[in-house]
């Protein structure tokens, strides 16, 4: 056999002074930044008022390493969270967060703050604290303001993928305050087009800008030939908001965090030196009993930041005017007994009956009403949750209490109910001459993802055992 000539390769001999640099090179890359564990993926916009909220930002960077953004969450994200924002790590419990609680992650409260300082370390990023509103909004103590579902805007979503450009979500959008895209002068949608139902704020399988729901592409609507009118008063009313939120941001970028105490000594200051308590009420829709709330230190409410913008805007003035005392527009409205914008609040306010809140709330924890939850209550008493904590502690937390027993042992009675049917598929299968594997019991199971509770497995195990199948289990 002959032998096949090999070929030969040119070692090239480096001089003293390139392998000196190289050497050198090396060193000064030993001394760089540890890489991130995850991308460092920029946000959109981010520093202007069209800036990415953060939960769009864990839904792109999910895509971005090429998982769904809930399984990142479960991987990379719930290790790292303390016992006051623990969330279980399993795709159920993450499934029923995205689908509306995780949407406290874009708000201004500790959820939203830890969140982003897990991401800020993760991506070695230091600008994602400004993807929530807690880099807008400052300290404001409200729950009010975001929105349960995410909304969009069909034509920004199909000029971006024209584009080329990432579809994402503004923060703006996920505040109940603005309802409209003031760049197409169109509303914001709220349901899909094609399944007609709302989006989860984390996705589980579909890309950004697709229902979270039936995967159809968001950017186009069908009206029907039907078109939803918006008047000159809503275009300018949500272009005040835009900008007075565009103002309380520049302020927390440039200076530090918006702090509220300012704005409320100072228009209470005001209030006072008028005496127009009653007058303002007219002014702005809001009843005084409500107003003198805001202002009283033994029985303080703050409002929501809607309802705040709400009662600036017939003011003429801006929140950040409010805190820099820049108060002349409020003065001369207050003077001249004209709004200087139509008031906005239609909405009711109702003054508290304590009797007849007592009434309702001992007469479900007396077993004489049918059970409700603490929300239940409140909407029947046309009151919020934490109005109704507020005047009774006590009564709240037995509801609470007595609420979560309920579902406790529903929850129990349900996993009874999954073992017996568990047994029954076994027993029938068996009889079939199918073997009863874990797979084939899942799938024919009424609920094939609680097939993973420890319950309902140990009663497929006994199945097994029962009918003589891996005696050894």
């Known amino acids: 056999m002959r032998r096949t000539g090999q070929s030969t390769v040119a070692v090239k001999i480096l001089h003293p002074s390139i392998i000196h640099h190289e050497a050198q090179t090396i060193l000064h890359l030993s001394n760089a930044l540890p890489r991130s564990r995850l991308y460092g993926l920029v946000p959109c916009e981010v520093g202007t008022v069209w800036g990415e909220s953060l939960t769009s930002y864990l839904n792109r960077l999910g895509w971005r390493h090429g998982i769904s953004p809930r399984t990142l969450v479960a991987q990379e994200i719930v290790p790292f969270l303390d016992s006051d924002h623990w969330l279980d790590s399993s795709l159920d419990s993450i499934g029923k967060f995205s689908c509306g609680l995780a949407m406290s992650l874009n708000g201004m409260g500790s959820f939203a703050k830890h969140w982003s300082t897990i991401l800020e370390r993760l991506t070695t990023r230091a600008d994602l604290y400004q993807l929530t509103l807690r880099s807008w909004v400052g300290d404001l103590q409200s729950h009010r303001s975001l929105r349960e579902k995410p909304v969009w805007c069909s034509t920004c979503y199909t000029e971006w993928k024209d584009k080329h450009l990432p579809i994402y979500q503004p923060l703006i959008w996920m505040l109940q305050s603005v309802t409209i895209c003031t760049k197409h002068n169109q509303r914001l949608e709220d349901h899909c087009p094609h399944c007609k139902k709302q989006q989860s704020v984390i996705a589980g399988k579909t890309l950004p800008g697709y229902c979270t729901q039936c995967a159809t592409w968001l950017g186009t609507v069908d009206r029907g030939g039907t078109t939803d009118k918006i008047t000159d008063e809503t275009v300018n009313w949500q272009k005040w908001v835009l900008r007075a939120l565009d103002e309380l941001r520049s302020v927390d970028i440039s200076s530090s965090i918006v702090r509220w105490e300012r704005f409320f000594a100072n228009l209470v200051a005001c209030i006072q030196a008028k005496g127009t308590f009653t007058q303002l009420a007219k002014l702005t829709g809001v009843p005084r009993q409500v107003l003198y709330r805001w202002f009283t230190s033994t029985d303080r409410y703050t409002p929501s930041l809607e309802t705040i913008f709400e009662f600036c805007y017939a003011c003429g003035v801006t929140p950040l005017q409010v805190m820099a005392n820049d108060l002349i527009s409020l003065e001369r409205a207050l003077q001249d007994g004209v709004p200087h914008q139509t008031p906005r609040s ?30 239940q209550i409140a909407l029947r008493l046309g009151h919020g949750a934490s109005t109704l904590r507020y005047h009774f502690p006590q009564e709240c937390a037995l509801i609470t209490q007595q609420a979560q027993e309920y579902r406790r042992q529903r929850g129990e009675r349900h996993i009874v109910q999954l073992c017996n049917e568990v047994r029954q598929i076994v027993v029938a299968l068996h009889a079939q001459g199918i073997y009863p594997s874990h797979s084939r019991v899942r799938m024919l199971l009424s609920k094939p993802t609680f097939m993973r509770v420890p319950e309902v497995q140990e009663a497929w195990r006994e199945a097994r055992r029962n009918l003589g199948l891996d005696s050894k289990l």
């Open 346 to 375: 239609h909405r009711s306010f109702h003054l508290l009956n304590r009797e007849q809140c007592l009434e309702l709330m001992q007469a479900v924890l007396n077993g004489q009403e049918e059970l409700l939850s603490l929300r």
